[in-house]
């Protein structure tokens, strides 16, 4: 089963615009990570946030962790016509023993040129 | 390094049918996840192997299986097709050290179950 949801479902924006992105989960992670995904295409691996840190940037991404409401957000500075894309954020739970990532349900950005 | 390859890309069966999709995983890595991508559930975890060994496990049934080679590549078979079998089926390769980095993704492979 999903282990959170992404909120919004949907977001559609100017390009140069700012894009913020969230997603909630549900039990104790080790860490959280954001993946994009283009249209019907594999994933592409974006940032990893481990537990114990609150805030994380790369290039124009921005990610905040926040494990007492157990959640996270994902900032897209700048946007581009190319960030079109879906947006998943996937937890590696507490317990698990190896890789077992729990997608959320996906944020689909549309950056309008 | 080349990236995850997966095949096929596209694939198509009949109902009672069962396929068997291949990942090659990263150059190094020797971890490979499967995952299944549906419009109504999203992705979905089906099971992780590691040095040849079935670490993780998702909820999918017994139809559902998967094996990996000593040169870490893996397969994964599904018998006896269903309709609701129907999706994007993604691999995922890492270097198996949790929390190190993401995980690669190949292209998936789009099964149609007709």
């Known amino acids: 089963s999903q282990q959170g949801e992404e909120d919004p479902q949907a977001l559609s924006i100017q390009e140069g615009e700012n894009a913020t992105m969230n997603c909630s989960y549900k039990t104790s992670i080790n860490n959280l990570q954001w993946y994009r995904q283009n249209s019907g295409r594999g994933l592409v691996h974006l940032i990893l946030i481990r537990s114990n840190e609150r805030e994380k940037h790369s290039g124009r991404l921005r990610v905040t962790l926040d494990t007492s409401k157990k959640s996270s957000s994902l900032l897209i500075t700048a946007s581009r016509a190319a960030d079109t894309a879906s947006y998943f954020c996937?937890?590696?739970?507490?317990?698990?023993?190896?890789?077992?990532?729990?997608f959320g349900t996906g944020t689909s950005l549309t950056v309008i040129p | 390094k080349a990236g995850v390859t997966q095949t096929p890309r596209y694939l198509i069966k009949t109902r009672g049918q069962q396929v068997t999709l291949s990942c090659s995983p990263i150059?190094?890595?020797?971890?490979v996840s499967w995952y299944q991508q549906t419009p109504g559930q999203g992705l979905q975890f089906l099971f992780e192997?590691?040095?040849?060994?079935?670490?993780n496990k998702g909820n999918f049934p017994g139809r559902f299986s998967g094996r990996q080679f000593s040169n870490s590549r893996s397969e994964m078979n599904v018998s006896t097709l269903e309709l609701g079998d129907s999706a994007l089926y993604l691999c995922?390769?890492?270097?198996?050290?949790?929390?190190?980095?993401?995980?690669?993704f190949g292209p998936g492979t789009r099964l149609t179950v007709l």
């Open positions: 996937a937890t590696d739970r507490s317990a698990n023993t190896g890789n077992q990532f729990y």
């Open positions: 192997y590691f040095s040849e060994t079935q670490r």
């Open positions: 150059s190094g890595h020797r971890s």
């Open positions: 995922a390769s890492s270097s198996g050290q949790r929390g190190i980095s993401g995980q690669f």
